[in-house]
């Protein structure tokens, strides 16, 4: 595949068989490296969440809170729950308007049939209006908070610039209402989808230990036994260099491949999700241990109904705080920060000066840590792939890619499919 398209990115991907056998995979990520970590060297360690909100436009607000707990731990910074409550708010916003945006535009078109959300949305308008809709409301949480939906500029090391008023906030309830009610018909619509059969072992790793679901703070923990605080991570997880890409792959040390995001969470978190969205789960008779990628789909639409609810229940609890931010002293450490980003685990570490002046910075993106299982699931699917007429191979293959929604950068492109007998 030259081009794999609706993901956000420029990468390729090719099977190689051998002797009608498969051999390997491998997902080739051919755009030119950023080099973040390298330009952050020297910059106040204040500046961290501005310039890596920069990564992505879809998911800024993953980037910034990872970056105010590395910057916040090596400052030896506590917020307190009023500001921790907005930040958990803020973040809900970015998941329900980025998992809106995949599953209705990006993810379900596969399961109909469908080139592009555009086309679907000529037979199914009604559920494309409505995933637009509810995108739009994640957006206007972020907006909200951020002062802005793309690369929000209110946040800070510390807290915020700027905390909203009451009826700021409140003027969001009648759409989040809304919206909450019809990402459960939603729910119950894709739910009836036709999923292609495919079970894998993976090791499922996720934040935890929070009183809620699991989105920031708490110890990284797997479904085989990992239990770590974030300050381990490096101790636990190495980075690599692979030729035919220029994004490192993650692994676990002595363990090999792991996934992280929607599913991983569900797994490892069902019995914090929200009322809402529990009683969603049983309604449609979602349960774990659920290792199907394919449905993927319903853990994020599940995910979209527990953050709204947690919008909801915090904004109709909501006091403005006496102060947007706690103040900030700078000293010389090692901060660590991990948080929930849509599509999984999203490492920050720092090393500052005593003047906060950045002196190393490693960030860790979920993509990169989803790279190896990604292509791990086409190799479990390759025979199947490889006995279909060429373009529902290409199709399926399509498809098990965007499973794990993977965040490259921002475009799109045509795909296609090169299967490589040796």
Known sequence: MDYLARVEGETSLTIRFRKNQPANVELRIFEPPRFFEGFLRGRSCVEAPDITSRICGICPVAYQMSACAAV????????????????????????????????????????????????????????????????????????????????????????????????????????????????????????????????????LVALTGDDYYPLMGGRIASNKGLDLAVSEYDSFFVEEQVERSTALHSTIRGRGAYLCGALARINLGIDRLSPAAAEAARAIGFSVPCKNPFKSLLARMLEIIHSLDTALSIISAYVPPRAASVPVTMRAGTGYGATEAPRGLLYHRYQVSDDGTIEHSKIVPPTSQNQKSIEDDLLELAPRLARMPHSEATALAEHTVRNHDPCISCSTHFLKLDVLHE
């Open 72 to 203: 916040e731990d090596a400052l030896g910074v506590e917020v307190g729950p009023e500001i921790d409550a907005l930040r958990r708010l803020m973040y809900a916003g970015e998941w329900i308007e980025s998992h809106a945006l995949h599953v209705f535009l990006l993810h379900a078109p596969d399961f109909l049939g469908y080139p592009s959300g555009l086309a679907m949305a000529k037979d199914h308008p009604d559920p494309v209006r409505a995933g637009l809709r509810i995108k739009k409301a994640g957006n206007s949480i972020v907006r909200a908070l951020g002062g802005r939906e793309i690369h929000p500029i209110n946040v800070k090391v510390g807290g915020f610039h700027r905390a909203p008023s009451r009826r700021e906030l409140g003027e969001l309830l009648p759409e989040l209402e809304w919206s909450r009610e019809h990402a459960r018909k939603s729910l119950e619509w894709m739910a009836g989808f036709s999923f292609p059969v495919l079970d894998r072992d993976y090791e």
